[in-house]
T-cell receptor, first 113, second 108 residues
Framework: GAGVSQTPSNKVTEKGKYVELRCDPISGHTALYWYRQSLGQGPEFLIYFQGTGAADDSGLPNDRFFAVRPEGSVSTLKIQRTERGDSAVYLC???????????FGSGTRLTVV | KNEVEQSPQNLTAQEGEFITINCSYSVGISALHWLQQHPGGGIVSLFMLSSGKKKHGRLIATINIQEKHSSLHITASHPRDSAVYICAVSGTGNQFYFGTGTSLTVIP
């Protein structure tokens, strides 16, 4: 596609539920990044994929968070047993190798009630 | 200590003023990015640079690798430039480190 697409744009869920957030990167972008942004703060790195593999998942806050990219394009961020503190905007970005063409999606606003 | 430091945190300018936002970093980098985020909006990449200077319209970005410092300049600022400007560096392992952003308000 023309840009990085994230769905849904908004998600409200109850505490304890499971959620999946989807990122569709720019076609041909091998690198894909997930970030979390809380109100008034800069993006916080979660995980980075190069192709199908997670090259760096050091930013995932705990084992309730998991992300996959099985075919090297679309990625899904999965959050189990959601907590109110998980409420944030989850941003996805993609790029060519070494950051060329680095582009953000418009984010998914997750609210855990 | 943050890997990326930005200053100032907040900036208010009159329309037409020349604006400078500074970014210093402490890690080895493969590239530095300047990003723009409008209130309630997505993040747009303005520049990616690894040396020297880039210009796009009224925006200029410079980087000094030896001093680990970059600046973003906006000439003839306009109210539509009001946004948060974020400096990010991609480390040698391709992980990104973000500054906390500079909130710019340009008053007509």
């Amino acid at each position: 596609g023309a840009g990085v697409s994230q769905t849904p744009s908004n998600k409200v869920t109850e505490k304890g539920k499971y959620v999946e957030l989807r990122c569709d990167p720019i076609s041909g972008h091998t690198a894909l990044y997930w970030y979390r942004q809380s109100l008034g703060q800069g993006p916080e790195f979660l995980i980075y994929f190069q192709g199908t593999g997670a090259a760096d998942d050091s930013g995932l806050p705990n084992d309730r968070f998991f992300a996959v990219r099985p075919e090297g394009s679309v990625s899904t961020l999965k959050i189990q047993r959601t907590e109110r503190g998980d409420s944030a905007v989850y941003l996805c970005a993609s790029s060519l190798l070494n950051g060329l063409g680095y582009t953000f999606g418009s984010g998914t606003r997750l609210t855990v009630v | 200590k943050n890997e990326v430091e930005q200053s100032p945190q907040n900036l208010t300018a009159q329309e037409g003023e020349f604006i400078t936002i500074n970014c210093s970093y402490s890690v080895g980098i493969s590239a530095l990015h300047w990003l723009q985020q409008h209130p309630g909006g997505g993040i747009v990449s303005l520049f990616m640079l690894s040396s020297g200077k880039k210009k796009h319209g009224r925006l200029i970005a410079t980087i000094n690798i030896q001093e680990k410092h970059s600046s973003l300049h906006i000439t003839a600022s306009h109210p539509r430039d009001s946004a948060v400007y974020i400096c990010a560096v991609s480390g040698t392992g391709n992980q990104f480190y973000f500054g906390t952003g500079t909130s710019l308000t340009v008053i007509p």
